[in-house]
């Protein structure tokens, strides 16, 4: 069965850290261009961070430029997102999503193939 699984999510105050996992199990997410995107209360969907499939190119949404670091190991067959100075603002359910892409220098957060199921993360003092 191929699926993504999120973890690494919960509960944090503002200004403290979380590092979001996304791991790949089914299928081997080399060639595979990943998004994590979020979904706040009452909000759409929104892209937030991708990588190209080489890890040659990130994209970052504005609102977490400078707090927000995605990366890739490809050998463990997971990608991660390290999120640092967390705010309220914050707070959503964070998916994370496979694409397979034309180019390995490129990430977009369109047309994925995979999801995962997502994992909440709460920033509340």
């Known amino acids: 069965q191929l699926q993504l699984v999120e973890s690494g999510g919960g509960l944090v105050q503002p200004g403290g850290s979380l590092r979001l996992s996304c791991a790949a199990s089914g299928f081997t997410l080399d060639n595979y261009a990943i998004g994590w995107f979020r979904q706040a209360p009452g909000k759409e969907r929104e892209g937030v961070s991708c990588?190209?499939?080489?890890?040659?190119?990130?994209n970052y949404a504005d609102s977490v430029k400078g707090r927000f670091t995605i990366s890739r190991d490809n050998a463990k067959n997971t990608v991660y997102l390290q999120m640092n100075s967390l705010k309220p603002e914050d707070t959503a359910v964070y998916y994370c999503?496979?694409?397979?892409?034309?180019?390995?220098?490129?990430?977009?957060?369109?047309?994925?193939?995979?999801w995962g199921r997502g994992t909440l993360v709460t920033v509340s003092s």
């Open positions: 999503a496979a694409r397979l892409y034309g180019s390995r220098w490129g990430c977009v957060y369109s047309g994925m193939d995979y």
């Open positions: 990588v190209s499939s080489n890890s040659g190119h990130t």
